[in-house]
């Protein structure tokens, strides 16, 4: 199954890094492209709407808080997959450093293997990169 990941190493502690990203409902408040997210069916689903307009409508599959980890599928979207499902996970590397780890593997729809990695290696780099930012390291 093809698959992309992206990985980011901050000077910042793990809790720290948490309570920012760690929510299901967060993206917004970390990832600049994604202009809002709505809850539905009890927090479980989120209605993503992009700054362009796109709408992506994720499933929560699990959340560990206390291990900072958590994993969603795509229902709905512009993407051509189907069978995605992306984790998002922090491990702690130190007392006040730790690694961010995003990534997923889904099946291509009508286009290549290899196109869909970019998009979604696009995705998780661009993404990190946007946290990064936050902290400005």
């Known amino acids: 199954?093809?698959?992309?990941?992206a990985t980011l190493d901050?000077?910042?502690a793990i809790n720290d890094v948490w309570k920012l990203i760690g929510g299901f409902h967060a993206l917004p408040d970390w990832l600049p492209f994604i202009a809002?997210?709505?809850?539905e069916d009890g927090g479980h689903v989120?209605?993503?709407?992009t700054e362009d307009g796109a709408v992506v409508i994720e499933r929560l599959q699990s959340y560990d808080a206390e291990a900072h980890t958590y994993s969603y599928s795509i229902v709905e979207g512009p993407f051509p997959v189907s069978d995605y499902?992306?984790?998002?996970?922090?491990?702690s590397?130190?007392?006040?450093?730790?690694?961010v780890t995003w990534g997923g593997t889904f099946q291509p729809v009508g286009v290549s293997a290899a196109e869909v990695e970019g998009i979604f290696q696009g995705v998780y780099e661009g993404?990190?990169?946007?946290?990064?930012?936050?902290y400005k390291v």
């Open 1 to 5: 199954m093809p698959q992309a990941s």
């Open 10 to 12: 901050l000077p910042v």
């Open 36 to 39: 809002s997210s709505i809850s």
């Open 46 to 49: 989120r209605h993503l709407r």
């Open 85 to 91: 499902l992306a984790t998002l996970r922090v491990e």
């Open 93 to 99: 590397t130190g007392e006040s450093s730790c690694r």
């Open 127 to 134: 993404g990190l990169a946007a946290l990064q930012a936050h």
